[in-house]
């Protein structure tokens, strides 16, 4: 038998990993120069959160033993959020509060992203939000190439089954 506090452990671990791995997945080169996502902080910011989303949305699915890995992911995703305000400079004082918005922002935005993918096959919902979300709302900008990439990536996270307890595997963009 496993004590509680090794299986905490292993969670925060796990959750760490996947974190990690959302934020390699989320800088991938390709996802700006194939793809067409800005290489802005907010650009970044909605591609961190979208992998995010699918990891733990994955989790979600695989239940109770599944439960304390996706906080151990949420919690990672949010700690690095406050770390990266505070490196762009952003005050004590201010933190609290743009930390608050970046919650809102996640919920907000994994409701969406839920929505537009059990909404397929029709890709009218999510094709918008890629584009008002990760493109910005950019006159022009096309969001089929993202909307791909999001369903290959939801599709081969969730192929992955219990693996993904071990850790996470991507696509390349």
């Known amino acids: 038998m496993i004590w509680p506090h090794r299986r905490e452990k292993a969670a925060r671990g796990l959750g760490r990993e996947l974190c990690d791995s959302a934020v390699r997945q989320g800088r991938a080169p390709a996802l700006y120069s194939k793809l067409g996502a800005p290489d802005t902080v907010e650009g970044r910011f909605e591609l961190l959160t979208l992998h995010v989303i699918l990891l733990i949305d994955v ?30 400079g952003v005050g004590d004082l201010t933190v609290g509060k743009r930390m608050r918005a970046l919650g809102r922002a996640f919920y907000g935005r994994a409701a969406a992203w839920r929505a537009a993918l059990m909404a397929l096959p029709e890709r009218a919902e999510l094709e918008t939000l890629v584009w008002r979300t990760i493109l910005a709302g950019e006159a022009g900008a096309n969001p089929a190439g993202l909307a791909d990439y999001a369903i290959a990536c939801r599709e081969a996270l969730a192929a992955q089954g219990r693996g993904i307890l071990e850790g996470a595997v991507w696509l390349e963009p």
């Open 59 to 88: 989790l979600r699915d695989l239940g109770a033993e599944a439960a304390p890995s996706s906080q151990a992911l949420f919690d990672a995703y949010v700690r690095d959020l406050d770390g990266a305000l505070r490196e762009m």
